[in-house]
């Protein structure tokens, strides 16, 4: 029997929020931790061991977006399912979304042990990067089947209202990853291989640790359902082409880096690992208001959803805001955090993140906006509006600005195309409202 509060109906919506999107931010906070550690170490260890994983963290990225896209796909249709009271409908899309994890999970496991050669082989020349990359990668594939599986789990326990629980999936994994890193990498002198290895351990935990309080619940058996996982794969794509579309637009800005030389790459990556710490705010309010909308428009409570819309935004652009900040104040304590003061290296992480991180004036809107579509049922438009950012705006500007101001230029060129997008999200959000309302 599925064990619900119902609180995502009636709870004071500030506090609602707050408390959905708090446990997620400090999971996400502990993998932002873990991923500036792992870094870290890698650097310490070698800058060829740093390089080749930086030049293939995109592809992973990628990978882990599809798990958490499905994941946020099944907390969409089964918080929606508890707010109708369809207790048939939400154990068959859990057992539908495990069913559909298992199957994607083992087919991006063959590909990437098939093809990890030629993809690393693609962007560096260099045989220790080339070495590092292609262990690292290898290795990351055999966890793939715990990283989708441990984010079902997450969202099955958001779903039900348990954040907490949900948090603890997420961040115990990072929790031993950390630890197991510089044993791994130093220690037994494992490197790239060992930071992969701390990695697919972390994974397993945290998968072995959502299955124990999912079966906690005591849900009932579900059928599969094609309806249900087309259902899932809709409300997930948003959030696949938020966290995905980043990391693939970064193998474009990977070969476009390079042309700077492999410092500007180290300089970029540096960047890239302290970034994905402040977006947290964004990330994780946007994923609890995926939660809070569908359970609520399963209700019919249609002011619910425009409360828990303007307090995510206020939440999200207020913490960015001070994050901007912060990186721009900040700026040389970060990258000293990777290398010395001085040379061409600190020079170039000075200049990556004064400028790429203009981006967080504005893409709070696009972010929390989109996870409004996915509650709402209307994933359609959040595929829009990230396909705009992306590919109409992002690309064109890369080698536009970098081909008039070189490396400047280029590191403004999300500012840019999260500034020209607005116009088409808040077009989109204006109709989504309007069609609740007819």
Same mark, same amino acid.
């Given at each position: 029997?599925?064990?619900?509060?119902? /609180?995502?109906?009636?709870?004071?919506?500030?506090?609602?929020?707050?408390r959905m999107a708090v446990p997620i931010m400090l999971s996400m906070a502990l993998q932002a931790v873990y991923n500036i550690a792992d870094s870290?170490?890698?650097?310490?260890?070698?800058?060829?061991?740093?390089?080749? =994983?930086? =030049?293939?963290?995109?592809?992973?990225?990628?990978?882990?977006?599809?798990?958490?896209?499905?994941?946020?796909? $099944?907390?969409?249709?089964?918080?929606?399912?508890?707010?109708?009271?369809?207790?048939?409908?939400?154990?068959?899309?859990?057992?539908?979304?495990?069913?559909?994890?298992?199957? =994607?999970? *083992?087919?991006?496991?063959?590909?990437?042990?098939?093809?990890?050669?030629?993809?690393?082989?693609?962007?560096?020349?260099?045989?220790?990067?080339?070495?590092a990359g292609n262990e690292y990668l290898r290795l990351f594939a055999l966890g793939l089947p715990f990283v989708f599986l441990m984010n079902n789990? @997450?969202?099955?326990?958001?779903?039900?209202?348990?954040?907490?629980? !949900?948090?603890?999936?997420?961040?115990?994994?990072?929790?031993?990853?950390?630890?197991?890193?510089?044993?791994?990498?130093?220690?037994?002198?494992?490197?790239?291989?060992? !930071?992969?290895?701390?990695?697919?351990?972390?994974?397993?935990v945290s998968t072995i640790l959502g299955y124990v309080l999912v079966r906690r619940l005591e849900l009932g058996k579900g059928s599969f359902s094609? !309806?249900?996982?087309? /259902?899932?794969?809709?409300?997930?794509?948003? &959030? #696949?082409?938020?966290?995905?579309?980043?990391?693939?637009?970064?193998?474009?800005?990977?070969?476009?880096?390079?042309?700077?030389?492999?410092?500007?790459?180290?300089?970029?990556?540096?960047? $890239?690992?302290?970034?994905?710490?402040?977006?947290?705010?964004?990330?994780?309010?946007?994923? @609890?208001?995926?939660?809070?909308?569908?359970?609520?428009?399963?209700?019919?409570? *249609?002011?619910?959803?425009?409360?828990?819309?303007?307090?995510?935004?206020?939440?999200?652009?207020?913490?960015?805001?001070?994050?901007? $900040?912060?990186?721009?104040?900040?700026?040389?304590?970060?990258?000293?955090?990777?290398?010395?003061?001085?040379? &061409?290296?600190?020079?170039?992480?000075?200049? !990556?993140?004064?400028?790429?991180?203009?981006?967080?004036?504005?893409?709070?809107?696009?972010?929390?906006?989109?996870?409004?579509?996915?509650?709402?049922?209307?994933?359609? /438009?959040?595929?829009?509006?990230?396909?705009? /950012?992306?590919?109409?705006? #992002?690309?064109?500007?890369?080698?536009?600005?970098?081909?008039?101001?070189?490396?400047?230029? #280029?590191?403004?060129?999300?500012?840019?195309?999260?500034?020209?997008?607005?116009?088409?999200?808040?077009?989109?959000?204006?109709? @989504?409202?309007?069609?609740?309302?007819?």
């Amino acid at each position: 029997m599925i064990d619900t509060t119902g /609180r995502l109906g009636r709870e004071n919506m500030v506090t609602l929020v707050i408390r959905m999107a708090v446990p997620i931010m400090l999971s996400m906070a502990l993998q932002a931790v873990y991923n500036i550690a792992d870094s870290l170490f890698l650097s310490r260890y070698s800058l060829s061991a740093f390089a080749g =994983v930086s =030049v293939i963290q995109p592809f992973t990225q990628i990978i882990i977006a599809i798990a958490i896209g499905l994941g946020t796909g $099944l907390a969409g249709v089964l918080s929606n399912s508890l707010g109708r009271k369809d207790e048939k409908s939400a154990f068959s899309s859990i057992h539908s979304a495990t069913y559909l994890a298992l199957v =994607v999970s *083992i087919f991006f496991l063959v590909v990437m042990e098939v093809f990890s050669s030629p993809f690393v082989h693609f962007f560096v020349d260099d045989r220790d990067t080339y070495i590092a990359g292609n262990e690292y990668l290898r290795l990351f594939a055999l966890g793939l089947p715990f990283v989708f599986l441990m984010n079902n789990f @997450a969202s099955i326990l958001q779903s039900h209202s348990q954040s907490r629980q !949900a948090m603890m999936v997420q961040s115990s994994g990072c929790l031993v990853n950390i630890i197991l890193d510089p044993l791994f990498i130093f220690t037994f002198d494992l490197g790239s291989l060992g !930071a992969a290895l701390a990695t697919v351990i972390g994974f397993l935990v945290s998968t072995i640790l959502g299955y124990v309080l999912v079966r906690r619940l005591e849900l009932g058996k579900g059928s599969f359902s094609f !309806a249900l996982i087309k /259902r899932i794969v809709y409300i997930g794509l948003p &959030t #696949l082409l938020v966290s995905g579309a980043g990391p693939i637009i970064s193998i474009v800005y990977n070969k476009l880096v390079l042309q700077y030389g492999v410092e500007a790459m180290v300089a970029y990556g540096m960047y $890239l690992k302290m970034e994905s710490f402040m977006f947290l705010s964004a990330s994780g309010v946007s994923s @609890a208001l995926v939660v809070i909308a569908a359970y609520n428009l399963g209700e019919g409570k *249609i002011d619910r959803i425009h409360s828990a819309y303007r307090v995510s935004l206020v939440i999200g652009w207020g913490t960015m805001l001070l994050g901007f $900040l912060v990186f721009q104040v900040f700026t040389g304590f970060f990258v000293r955090l990777f290398t010395t003061e001085g040379g &061409t290296l600190y020079a170039l992480g000075i200049l !990556a993140f004064h400028y790429l991180s203009f981006c967080f004036l504005i893409s709070p809107f696009n972010i929390i906006t989109s996870g409004l579509f996915q509650g709402l049922g209307q994933g359609f /438009r959040g595929m829009a509006i990230i396909a705009t /950012r992306f590919f109409v705006f #992002l690309i064109p500007y890369s080698f536009i600005l970098s081909h008039f101001f070189g490396l400047k230029g #280029l590191f403004l060129s999300y500012f840019a195309a999260d500034l020209t997008n607005c116009l088409h999200v808040y077009i989109q959000k204006r109709m @989504a409202f309007k069609n609740l309302e007819v």
